[in-house]
């Protein structure tokens, strides 16, 4: 299961580094598209909105990478001085945490996405609000999926594997004995 867990999170993880980029490039190609459109006296008022919405999605996009690479803001390296049974008991309670949060934060942007679906933003009437919301609400139920895999790792590694300066992916291949 665990082999499973790492394969379904690297394909997600070459997901979101792609779609980071196609979103960044389109993000910089309408900032500049809005520029040029300023020094040539064309007023464009839709690509700021978009922009906006699209940086939005790259820092949501965002949030499985970083949760799989440690680079999350984190109180575990507080964790240091503590037992490592202590540490192993807060680190599985604190993704219990997270799972549960990203379900109702889920839950959420998929209640306000019924809502909204029928509303465009003023000047771009073809991006609907409710849109936004769905993309938030499925990103982070693929975030999951990285804190499972944590969980799933600490749950069954020994204490040398602990180090907080590795990532999953560092961690040795779990062996069926």
């Given at each position: 299961m665990y082999t499973l867990l790492v394969t379904?999170?690297?394909?997600?993880?070459?997901a979101c580094e792609v779609g980071g980029v196609v979103l960044?490039?389109?993000?910089?190609?309408?900032?500049?598209?809005?520029?040029?459109?300023?020094?040539?006296?064309?007023?464009?008022p839709w690509p700021g909105q978009v922009a906006q919405y699209l940086l939005v999605a790259a820092v949501f996009l965002a949030l499985p990478l970083l949760f799989r690479t440690k680079e999350d803001i984190s109180f575990r390296p507080l964790l240091d001085?503590?037992?490592?049974e202590t540490k192993r008991k807060l680190y599985l309670f604190g993704d219990g945490v997270l799972i549960i949060l990203f379900v109702f934060v889920a839950v959420s942007a998929?209640?306000?996405?019924?809502?909204t679906l029928g509303i465009g933003l003023s000047s771009v009437r073809w991006l609907r609000i409710g849109y936004v919301y769905l993309f938030i609400g499925a990103i982070v139920l693929v975030t999951i999926l990285p804190v499972l895999e944590e969980m799933v790792a600490y749950w069954n590694r020994a204490e040398e594997t602990m180090d907080r300066?590795?990532?999953?992916?560092?961690?040795?291949?779990?062996?069926?004995?």
């Open positions: 379904i999170n690297d394909k997600i993880q070459k960044l490039i389109v993000l910089f190609s309408l900032t500049a598209l809005q520029i040029i459109a300023r020094q040539v006296s064309v007023s464009l001085k503590v037992s490592y998929t209640q306000a996405a019924q809502f300066s590795l990532t999953i992916a560092d961690l040795p291949e779990e062996t069926d004995e």
